[in-house]
């Protein structure tokens, strides 16, 4: 069971034709470049528009009923906040710091409507 070489004259590579180098690089013609990325194309405009439907299809809106849970959990931590005197000073500074940079956000963007009339 010893395996043997071939001789010397039946080796492709050194016979009297040449590598061919450039039609090595040559994966498709021409037209079958053309008919995969017209394929593409279509491909991906379908799974786009699927993918665009499916978006719109699943947003929701919050149910009323979820208003009202977050009301009945959320009762402690706004009577804890509204009745420590140390919470409702962070409130009242966080309020009037937003107001602040509301103010001037808009006033830098123009949309304050001028008042003196």
């Known amino acids: 069971m010893a395996f043997s070489l071939p001789s010397?004259?039946?080796?492709?590579l050194t016979g009297a034709d040449e590598f061919d180098f450039?039609?090595?690089l040559l994966v498709f013609s021409e037209t079958k470049a053309v008919e995969l990325t017209n394929k593409f194309r279509k491909d991906a405009d379908a799974y786009y528009v699927e993918a665009k439907r499916s978006t719109v299809s699943s947003v929701a809106q919050i149910p009323y009923w979820m208003y009202?849970?977050?009301v009945v959990l959320g009762w402690n931590e706004a009577m804890a906040v509204l009745?420590?005197?140390?919470y409702?000073?962070?409130l009242l500074i966080a309020l009037a710091a937003s107001y602040v940079s509301c103010?001037?956000?808009?006033?830098?963007?123009?949309?304050l409507i001028v008042?003196?009339?």
């Open 83 to 86: 009745f420590n005197p140390l």
């Open 8 to 12: 010397e004259s039946s080796d492709s």
């Open 103 to 111: 103010f001037f956000f808009c006033l830098e963007c123009g949309f």
């Open 22 to 24: 450039e039609a090595t």
């Open 88 to 90: 409702f000073t962070f």
């Open 68 to 70: 009202g849970v977050l």
């Open 115 to 117: 008042l003196a009339v």
